[in-house]
């Protein structure tokens, strides 16, 4: 709680803005991020192109190149330290580790807004805006 993080000195670095979850086809597993990213889009009233710095997580290459150009993101703004391919996927921790990346690189770069997006198994989708607070 606010309160509980005052009395022990911590200030928050980011606040939740929103999320999308989706479920498609398992037989297609990986294009989750897709309609879970419109979804949270639509949700806060915003365009992928106000988001700053993008984390999505790589279950592997084609996945992540199908996103990434189904979506327009910027590449020069997603993954910029690597993702699962390139550092590893521990399953159950992901997506924490993604949201300290955002953080951390949103932090470093003085960025506002930043999305964390990921598969997951069966078919889901997951996508989170996070706001950096200062």
């Given at each position: 709680?606010?309160?509980?993080?005052?009395?022990?000195?911590?200030?928050?670095?980011?606040?939740?803005?929103?999320?999308?979850?989706?479920?498609?086809d398992p037989s297609v597993m990986g294009i989750g991020p897709v309609?879970?990213?419109?979804?949270?889009?639509?949700?806060?009233?915003?365009?992928?192109?106000?988001?700053?710095?993008?984390?999505?997580?790589?279950?592997?290459?084609?996945?992540?190149?199908?996103?990434?150009?189904?979506?327009?993101?910027?590449?020069?703004?997603?993954?910029?330290?690597?993702?699962?391919?390139?550092?590893?996927?521990?399953?159950?921790?992901?997506?924490?580790?993604?949201?300290?990346?955002?953080?951390?690189?949103?932090?470093?770069?003085?960025?506002?807004?930043?999305?964390?997006?990921?598969?997951?198994?069966?078919?889901?989708?997951?996508?989170?805006?996070?706001?950096?607070?200062?």
């Amino acid at each position: 709680s606010a309160e509980r993080a005052a009395a022990e000195g911590i200030t928050p670095r980011m606040k939740w803005v929103g999320r999308g979850i989706s479920g498609v086809d398992p037989s297609v597993m990986g294009i989750g991020p897709v309609p879970s990213t419109r979804k949270v889009l639509e949700k806060t009233g915003m365009a992928i192109e106000d988001i700053d710095q993008i984390e999505l997580n790589e279950a592997f290459a084609a996945q992540a190149v199908y996103v990434i150009r189904e979506l327009g993101l910027d590449e020069d703004k997603t993954n910029v330290n690597g993702s699962g391919i390139s550092l590893g996927h521990p399953i159950g921790a992901t997506g924490a580790i993604m949201t300290v990346k955002l953080m951390e690189e949103m932090t470093r770069r003085d960025q506002q807004f930043g999305l964390a997006t990921m598969c997951v198994g069966g078919g889901q989708g997951v996508s989170t805006i996070f706001e950096r607070v200062s």
